[in-house]
């Protein structure tokens, strides 16, 4: 029987109740605990007589069809969208039954999260109060005059209303509440509990889902695999003794399964040859979005074609990218894209964004924006995307089904040719991947010297025998990256000192500070990467030890936190030690932790139980671990107060950061920006700090010295200068602006005017854009002769230095080399007199080589500026290749068609060469934009030059 033959439900005898589904399966499962298993053996042996039990009693007095069942009893594979998680669910409820605000219910039911661990680990949780819904139920209940009894409700009758609810008939709040209030009136508690659950799709049978399919069916399991459908597991799979064919368990056409997954060995290249048999498919990874797409024609008519889009999680994307030849972003073009004897195939491939004008796959983010803007480009007059010149490229490398026939289990070469034989490749649109045959580590080698010239992010090596092995991760498919690559990050051991408490606990972690009295001082808080046994183990070690910070706060002398505090904090002593990984360290302006910097990405590895507390890492060997290995740790950064860096002296004014984020009522200070109009088009990064100032900050601190921000503002009356443009990033309105001829101006200006209180003349490190040279060349007058300003404030030993460092380079000669050496180390007690910390800033670049390339349309003093930038800080700018640590690109429009191409084209020039030189003992130079020297200089590090790839 096919799936397309499933149109009447199987033998569906009575209407049953909710309650039979409620009484007989799910409480019952969730009471089962240690404490009363009576003749079992184990909770799990429990469980699977309940769901037994209930499956035998469904078959014998309601029917063979489960599925209305299954629809509730698996939420989370039903197709249903309500568009409810639980703080909306909470505040439904709140509304609907007029709970107050601040009441003990009403905290109860918005703070259940942070009690969530409190009640779960109760063993004898009577009341169950872990869920959210059970919370919920009760609340409804004590506010009822009357209580149901149950068995009012049909389980059709729960199916219509969460139809209703899903359906655009209900979109609003007080929608969802006339439709669900009356209806759960004739819920008694227990009955309204679940079905609050699976309005929240959270599992009813959680674990055991995987056991209630087998139970049901023994082929169940892998069939839902293979279709991902309750109604076609379910009509389909009605008699047990009737067992699917292999055929069956495969891929089914226009139903969405779980494609085979690559593995990821760390295996040299010979093992990984030795392993692949010798013979194998080399692909180049690319950063799309998987997708499957199945096709099918009408016998009758060979034009009359459907499609489906399926992701690799399963989701249908079919509406986006054309369900027929009329609509979507990609099937309206494939009328003549398969030979014309292909009647229905399933394709498996990436589907990426194409930019038409620049020749290039654009980064995964810009696909469904790509997507959408080509899905509607016939039907609307104004392109709400115009901006964009991308479309929808979909890039096929293997073939699953193809006129009726199964390809799973044929071999990767045969599904290869026949690709070859049936797809009629349409250029940009709809495409096969080139994929080579490899047979040795030379090959993988010589692939990843194209990796490198392309800057790609590796590749994807396949059996060219292997089989398709749905739903699956199989080492048959491999995943290889250059080992430049891969990412860097910190491996630290913290001990525990407070927990943030929610579903997902969060434990904050601290460093041992030896120079301050041992004080335990908090760093970083971790909430990922911990099972459920892990928390059960945490718990089991720190049970009774923990204390109320609100309360009983801790000693100052002992443990610490800075602005972030936890719910409850803990003695070390009494505490665990994990390990974290993190990708990198990050920096908390604002005091958030006592130590002042944090960890970015982190999640836990493991419990560290055979280290006691004494053993975790200190703040001095993290210092010390931060500067030894500053190319591995990305981005780290420190904070900066005020401008102590440029021995300024910090005032309240120079803390333009604090006041922008602080002020709520803005009253006008001063009268700097008197009779000056603005017009704010991006906010900006702060350059000491490095935080984010929105562009409503600097409104605030606009208006609050005098300034009149205009909006709405026609092109025209900024070209008559009455209006200064500010803006710091590339949007839409600000390319307008440039197209006229409106140079845009850093807001890095407006704080240099507040700093110095007074309107400055701008200099060119105060022009993010410009329509022409003319403001640029004029503002240059304004720099010496070694581009320092003779306005902004300079160290005197940092220019001094690196004018006699210039000196020294140019005049050259052994001697002059000799005397370079005697200016590094006499210079670092001229840095430490001015009050400039020497170490982290004033040698940043030391031992550093760049080399630098420079487009046609890069003007000169941006390139010199580029090399003073890097001398300043005893950087050394090389000439060659072959010396340099870092390739870096002076700054250029990605969004001019023709410096985009030239720098595009000499980056692949500059890869060539790198690669025809390249062996897997020498380090590979990053190619990277001049942002990554900025950057730099501003975090104080060398920072990861991933995020700043050309």
């Not at 007059?381 to 929808?392: K, L, V």
């Not at 070859?420 to 045959?437: A, Q, Y």
């Not at 060539?912 to 934009?929: A, G, L, T």
Request: aromatic fraction near 10%.
């Amino acid at each position: 029987m096919s799936l397309e033959d499933l149109k009447e439900p199987p033998n569906f005898n009575p209407k049953p109740h909710f309650s039979f589904l409620v009484t007989e399966l799910f409480t019952k499962l969730d009471l089962v605990n240690k404490d009363n298993l009576r003749n079992f053996t184990s909770i799990t042996a429990k469980k699977q007589f309940i769901i037994d039990e209930f499956i035998k009693n469904w078959k014998h007095y309601v029917g063979l069809n489960i599925y209305p069942a299954a629809r509730l009893i698996f939420p989370a594979r039903d197709g249903r969208l309500y568009f409810i998680r639980d703080v909306g669910l909470s505040r439904l409820i709140t509304k609907m039954y007029k709970i107050p605000k601040n009441s003990i219910d009403f905290r109860r039911v918005n703070d259940w999260k942070r009690n969530y661990h409190d009640y779960k680990k109760l063993n004898t949780d009577k009341k169950r109060l872990r869920t959210l819904s059970y919370i919920l139920a009760q609340q409804i209940s004590e506010r009822r005059d009357v209580q149901p009894k149950g068995d009012e409700v049909t389980i059709q009758e729960v199916n219509d209303v969460l139809d209703k609810l899903a359906s655009d008939e209900v979109e609003s709040g007080s929608q969802q509440i006339e439709l669900l209030e009356p209806f759960m009136r004739k819920l008694n508690t227990e009955e309204l509990r679940w079905f609050l659950q699976i309005i929240l799709k959270d599992a009813t049978i959680s674990p055991m889902e995987s056991y209630f399919y087998r139970s049901w069916h023994p082929d169940a399991p892998q069939f839902s695999n293979v279709v991902n459908n309750l109604r076609a597991v379910f009509w389909r799979l009605t008699d047990i003794t009737e067992r699917l064919s292999e055929s069956d368990l495969r891929v089914h056409l226009m139903y969405p399964f779980l494609p085979q997954l690559a593995a990821k060995p760390k295996l040299s290249y010979e093992e990984i040859a030795s392993r692949m048999g010798n013979n194998f498919y080399i692909e180049e990874k690319i950063d799309g979005d998987r997708m499957i797409m199945h096709m099918k024609r009408n016998s009758e008519d060979k034009n009359d074609m459907h499609f489906k889009y399926y992701t690799r999680r399963c989701r249908d994307y079919s509406l986006l990218y054309g369900e027929d030849l009329k609509n979507g972003a990609m099937s309206k073009y494939l009328r003549y894209a398969f030979h014309e004897g292909v009647s229905s195939c399933v394709l498996d491939g990436e589907m990426v964004a194409w930019d038409y004008r620049r020749n290039v796959i654009l980064p995964f983010g810009t696909l469904k924006a790509s997507a959408v803007q080509e899905a509607v480009r016939h039907f609307t007059t104004e392109d709400a995307f115009s901006d964009q010149s991308a479309w929808p490229l979909f890039i096929i490398y293997d073939i699953l089904y193809l006129n009726g026939v199964h390809l799973v289990g044929t071999k990767l070469i045969e599904r290869r040719n026949a690709l070859k034989r049936i797809i009629i490749e349409i250029p940009h649109r709809f495409e096969l991947l080139e994929t080579p045959i490899a047979h040795t580590a030379q090959d993988i080698e010589d692939a990843m010297k194209k990796t490198v010239l392309e800057r790609s992010e590796g590749v994807m090596l396949k059996n060219v025998n292997s089989k398709y092995k749905i739903a699956q991760r199989d080492n048959s498919w491999v995943k290889v990256k250059p080992e430049y690559l891969e990412q860097f990050g910190e491996n630290l051991d913290l001990v525990v000192i407070g927990v943030i408490k929610g579903v997902k606990n969060a434990y904050m972690c601290a460093l041992k500070d030896t120079s301050d009295g041992d004080i335990y001082k908090s760093f970083c808080t971790v909430g990922n990467g911990f099972s459920n046994s892990e928390y059960d183990e945490i718990r089991r070690i720190t049970e009774g030890k923990w204390h109320d910070y609100k309360t009983e706060p801790p000693p100052p002398d002992k443990v610490l936190f800075g602005s972030r505090k936890p719910d409850q904090w803990i003695y070390p002593e009494d505490s665990l030690v994990i390990e974290i990984k993190a990708r990198s360290i990050d920096s908390e302006l604002l005091g958030t932790y006592a130590v002042g910097n944090t960890l970015h990405n982190l999640y836990c590895r493991r419990l560290r139980l055979d280290k006691s507390y004494e053993e975790c890492v200190t703040l001095q060997e993290y210092k010390e671990m931060k500067e030894l290995n500053s190319m591995d740790a990305a981005k780290a950064q420190e904070v900066i107060k005020g401008n102590k860096q440029l021995g300024v002296k910090p005032s309240k004014e120079n803390r333009l950061l604090g006041d922008a984020i602080a002020i709520k009522n803005v009253k006008v200070v001063s009268t700097l920006f008197k009779g000056l109009k603005f017009i704010i088009l991006s906010g900006k990064v702060d350059s000491k700090t490095g935080d984010r100032i929105s562009d409503t900050d600097i409104i605030k601190v606009v208006k609050k010295h005098g300034g009149i921000i205009c909006t709405n503002v026609e092109p025209q009356s900024v070209v008559d200068r009455k209006i200064i443009c500010v803006s710091e990033v590339l949007t839409v309105k600000s390319k307008q602006m440039l197209k006229i001829g409106i140079d845009l101006i850093s807001p890095e200006w407006i704080f240099q005017c507040i700093r110095y209180n007074s309107i400055l003349p701008i200099e060119p490190s105060l022009i993010f854009r410009s329509s022409s040279d003319k403001l640029v060349e004029t503002s240059k007058r304004r720099l010496d002769e070694y581009g320092d300003s003779y306005i902004l404030h300079v160290d005197e030993p940092i220019q001094k230095y690196a004018k006699r460092l210039h000196i020294v380079k140019e005049e050259g000669g052994a001697a002059n080399r000799q005397g370079l050496v005697t200016l590094q180390t006499n210079a670092s007690a001229d840095f430490k007199s001015a009050g400039v910390d020497d170490s982290p800033i004033a040698y940043l670049f030391k031992d550093v080589k760049f080399y630098i390339v420079s487009l046609q349309s890069t003007p000169s003093w941006q390139t010199e500026g580029l090399e003073r930038k890097i001398k300043r800080y005893f950087g050394e700018v090389t000439l060659a290749l072959e010396d340099a640590s870092f390739v870096v690109f002076t700054a250029f429009d990605k969004y001019d068609f023709a410096a985009d191409q030239e720098g595009r084209r000499k980056a692949k020039e500059i890869s060539s060469r790198i690669s025809n030189e390249w062996s897997r003992s020498k380090k590979i130079p990053y190619i990277v934009d001049e942002s990554f020297v900025d950057e730099s200089i501003r975090n104080k590090v060398l920072v990861d030059p991933q995020d700043y790839k050309v």
